[in-house]
């Protein structure tokens, strides 16, 4: 459903990405791993089609259909959407509020109903009539943005760091409830992660390394998974097993 060839970027005339090559399949969790600078969230940005972010080079196809210089509001409107690495906090605003908001906008039958199994799957019950994210520890964060995600019930999802700062039982939860989300109307997701913890929760197919800004290896999830943690990032370039760009 996703498919970028050789995308090359800038932020602030600054080359950020210099030739990154995935694509994600109808059906399909797909990890991107790279350490802290590598480019990932650059790349959901330019995914997103943030205007900060200058296209220099390659193409994004969503369902076949370039869309390398489509807007934001477009690609939003194609089913594309994405988490915050930093999400925002709401004074004033309830968890249930702006979740209920969302799912009435998109005229779902008994959004109540849709909610609470939302906020079970979660364990957010106890949260919903709180301020979203005020006073919210990391788990509690990462778990509200996941819930408002499934009442947007995006086609393709991107997680940015979704794994990082946040308990083992959180990642435990938000992993079962990324696997449900592909089965229940979200075609396609892509998980970036530094740490891989949420690897080992997650139904993902396949795994990219990002580093220095190029897709440098891929292959299956747990193969990759398996080899950063034997070897780090750094060795990725000589990996075996792995398929090269
Ligand atoms: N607005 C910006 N202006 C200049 N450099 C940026 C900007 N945003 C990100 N960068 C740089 O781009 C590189 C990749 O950043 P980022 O995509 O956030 O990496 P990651 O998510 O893998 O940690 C970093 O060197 C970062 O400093
Ligand atoms: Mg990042």
Avoid: W
């Avoid at 915050?84 to 959004?111: C, H, N, T, Y």
């Avoid at 301020?131 to 990462?142: C, K, L, P």
């Avoid at 435990?172 to 080992?200: Q, R, V, Y």
Wanted: charge should be positive; charged fraction near 25%.
């Amino acid at each position: 459903m996703l498919k970028i060839k050789d995308l090359k970027v800038s932020v602030n005339n600054k080359i950020i990405l210099k030739g990154v090559t995935m694509h994600v399949n109808r059906g399909e969790i797909v990890l991107l791993l790279g350490p802290n600078g590598s480019g990932k969230s650059t790349l959901a940005q330019a995914i997103l089609g943030n205007p900060n972010i200058k296209i220099i080079g390659g193409k994004i196809y969503f369902d076949n259909k370039d869309i390398t210089n489509t807007s934001m509001e477009e690609r939003v409107s194609l089913g594309i959407t994405s988490s915050f690495q930093i999400p925002p906090k709401l004074k004033g605003i309830k968890l249930r509020e702006l979740a209920l908001e969302i799912l009435s906008r998109r005229r779902v039958p008994d959004p109540e109903e849709k909610l609470e199994i939302y906020a079970s799957l979660l364990n957010l019950e106890e949260h919903l009539n709180r301020d979203v994210n005020v006073g919210f520890s990391g788990g509690e964060m990462r778990r509200a943005e996941l819930l408002l995600l499934m009442a947007q019930s995006p086609r393709l999802v991107i997680l940015d760091e979704i794994d990082s700062g946040v308990d083992l039982e959180s990642i435990l939860i938000l992993g079962e409830a990324i696997n449900k989300m592909l089965l229940s109307g979200t075609e396609g997701a892509i998980i970036i992660t530094h740490t891989g913890f949420i690897a080992k929760y997650v139904k993902a197919s396949r795994a990219y390394i990002l580093l220095d800004g190029k897709t440098m290896c891929h292959g299956p999830a747990e193969t990759v998974v398996k080899h950063i943690y034997e070897h780090g990032f750094a060795r990725c370039k000589k990996c075996e097993g792995l398929t090269h760009e």
